[in-house]
T-cell receptor, first 113, second 111 residues
Framework: GENVEQHPSTLSVQEGDSAVIKCTYS??????FPWYKQELGKRPQLIIDIRSNVGEKKDQRIAVTLNKTAKHFSLHITETQPEDSAVYFC????????????FGPGTRLSVLP | NAGVTQTPKFQVLKTGQSMTLQCAQD?????MYWYRQDPGMGLRLIYY???????DKGEVPNGYNVSRLNKREFSLRLESAAPSQTSVYFCASSPGGNTIYFGEGSWLTVV
């Protein structure tokens, strides 16, 4: 089955700097890769996603890149702000009926003022 | 439109007790999921249901049972709770071909 690894497990950046989180997946049939942000005590919430027919997607300060050949994808956050501090999870899935989502172990991002 | 609603939000059980976590979604989604979240372990799939009437085991199904009661509701049952089942449980749903949406979580402690 699918296995998703995520690095780093913790990341501290200064406010205004960029943050990058990387994930690798094992199943070449996976074709949908969402990223979730989870604040303390809250539910995970989707922040951006990418499908395998696209190499990059951007939404304001966040972007995701996908390298299908290498089977890895990355989350990029620019101009970080204190409210970006949270745990971020990547996931891999096959887009079909009853798809199963496999999550990475998470990255705790701390944005220091 | 409440999205995904799960109850209870907090529960303390004694070892060996049973309980059912309830989940309902009002988004007309076909697929529903139960995940558990433990520190440093991310979200691990317990069971999922691709459609009404079907259920499949996920990564960590032992000690749990599920019921897809109808399209809206997907319950998770612990028949004989163990301390290792202390966790945060998230129900989620998906329309298929798209991302999943989580409930607010249920904090379960087994003593």
């Amino acid at each position: 089955g699918e296995n998703v690894e995520q690095h780093p497990s913790t990341l501290s950046v200064q406010e205004g700097d960029s943050a990058v989180i990387k994930c690798t997946y094992s199943d070449s049939a996976s074709n949908y890769f969402p990223w979730y942000k989870q604040e303390l005590g809250k539910r995970p919430q989707l922040i951006i996603d990418i499908r395998s027919n696209v190499g990059e997607k951007k939404d304001q300060r966040i972007a995701v890149t996908l390298n299908k050949t290498a089977k890895h994808f990355s989350l990029h956050i620019t101009e970080t702000q204190p409210e970006d501090s949270a745990v971020y999870f990547c996931a891999a899935s096959k887009m079909n009926y009853g798809q199963n989502f496999v999550f990475g172990p998470g990255t705790r991002l701390s944005v220091l003022p | 439109n409440a999205g995904v609603t799960q109850t209870p939000k907090f529960q303390v059980l004694k070892t060996g007790q049973s309980m059912t976590l309830q989940c309902a979604q009002d988004m007309n989604h076909n697929s529903m999921y139960w995940y558990r979240q433990d520190p440093g372990m991310g979200l691990r799939l317990i069971y999922y249901s691709a459609s009404e009437g079907t259920t499949d085991k996920g990564e960590v199904p032992n000690g749990y049972n599920v019921s897809r009661l109808n399209k809206r509701e997907f319950s998770l049952r612990l028949e004989s709770a163990a301390p290792s089942q202390t966790s945060v449980y998230f129900c989620a749903s998906s329309p298929g071909g798209n991302t999943i949406y989580f409930g607010e979580g249920s904090w379960l402690t087994v003593v």
